[in-house]
């Protein structure tokens, strides 16, 4: 499985942007889609995950303003974040999990977000 991020940028504070993964290879094997972020710093961690079925959880710091959802046709799970925070500005990198699996197993390159105040 291959997972390619996009859509990472500069926006001001309150601003808007929308993250793209597209997923190829043996997407049958994935149950769990997810976003992960890095901070300067700080350690990853989640952002949100999206399964199979179109369950989802979030990070309570971005509850109310993230929505993640996934196109399956086009093989693409996106992370709309809306009013950004300076606090948001990381490194964004998805993954993919298998069925088997309770952690990610296959990791996407990361696209930078990076909100000004």
């Known amino acids: 499985v291959q997972l390619q991020a996009s859509g990472g940028g500069l926006v001001q504070a309150g601003g808007s942007l929308r993250l793209s993964c597209a997923a190829s290879g043996n997407g049958f094997s994935i149950n769990v889609i997810g976003w992960y972020r890095q901070a300067p710093g700080k350690q990853r961690g989640l952002v949100a995950t999206?399964?199979?079925?179109?369950?989802?959880n979030y990070a309570d710091s971005v509850k109310g303003r993230f929505t993640i959802f996934r196109d399956n046709a086009k093989n693409t799970v996106y992370l709309q974040m809306n009013d950004l925070k300076p606090e948001d500005t990381a490194v964004y990198y998805c993954?993919?999990?298998?069925?088997?699996?309770?952690?990610?197993?296959?990791w996407g390159q990361g696209t930078l977000v990076t909100v000004s105040s």
């Open positions: 993954s993919a999990a298998r069925w088997s699996s309770t952690a990610p197993n296959y």
């Open positions: 999206i399964t199979s079925g179109g369950s989802t």
